[in-house]
């Protein structure tokens, strides 16, 4: 059995001072959660959110990670840096990634790689536009994304890896994937991973929804057989709302 991960991606919002004083609201809500939780945010709190989040079982996850140690690399953080500091979680290639800082699919795999060499859970987000879904092309523009992410990896790092299926028509627009569809392609995903290294392999694999979940919308999403899991954006924001997600 996977167990289900829901992580926070808290993108530009929220200020140290916000966001420690959520931690510590959502922390008692989530006690008992059987599922993962994970909190991802900005850079500049997350010393804070890891001390915050310290002896309760939310874990702490950066927005991104750059594919080199150190160097000439202006505004870029490095996977040292956020290994030093405690970060447990990375998200790679989410999809405003890709739209505003031109990131591709052949940088998502160099970041997985460097999430890998430094101990880091990443969490690799995949999906099309509106456009590319009229085209019919979803599924074909997924397992691309897919397996260019996976490209080198070894079995057992596939079987860490978190995919997040994010329609990118779903985000943050208030539209969301009928189950049906968010299955349809979480399928696709467990599928080519599966003719990749295999069906055991693929079995481990957790893949998270990520287009506009929200608590009203979550039960039926997460009874799908192939979603494990939620990457929250709107709905994390708030603590009580993302407990009830969690819970």
Not at 3 to 25: D, F, P, Q
């Amino acid at each position: 059995m996977r167990r289900e991960i829901l992580a926070a991606n808290w993108k530009m919002n929220h200020t140290n001072a916000s966001g420690v004083a959520m931690i510590k609201e959502l922390a008692p809500l989530v006690k008992d959660a059987k599922a993962e939780v994970v909190v991802c945010a900005p850079y500049l709190m997350l010393t804070d959110l890891i001390e915050a989040a310290r002896g309760t079982n939310i874990g702490i996850g950066a927005e991104n990670i750059y594919f080199e140690d150190k160097g000439a690399f202006t505004g870029e953080v490095s996977a040292p840096m956020l290994k030093e500091i405690g970060v447990e979680y990375v998200i790679i290639g989410h999809s405003e990634r890709r739209q505003y800082f031109n990131e591709t699919d052949e940088t998502v795999n160099k970041k997985v790689h460097k999430a890998f060499e430094y101990g880091f859970t990443p969490i690799v987000c995949v999906g099309e536009s509106l456009e590319q879904r009229d085209y019919g092309v979803t599924n074909d523009l997924v397992r691309y994304q897919t397996k260019i992410a996976l490209f080198g990896l070894d079995a057992e790092q596939v079987k860490k890896v978190v995919i997040a299926y994010e329609p990118v028509w779903a985000i943050g627009t208030g539209r969301t994937a009928t189950s049906e569809q968010a299955e349809e392609v979480c399928k696709a995903i467990r599928d080519c991973i599966a003719e990749l290294y295999g069906q055991a392999v693929a079995d481990e694999v957790r893949v998270q929804y990520g287009g506009s979940m929200k608590p009203s919308n979550a039960e039926e999403l997460l009874a799908q057989p192939n979603i494990d899991g939620g990457l929250i954006g709107g709905a994390s924001l708030v603590a009580d709302d993302f407990s009830k997600l969690i819970r």
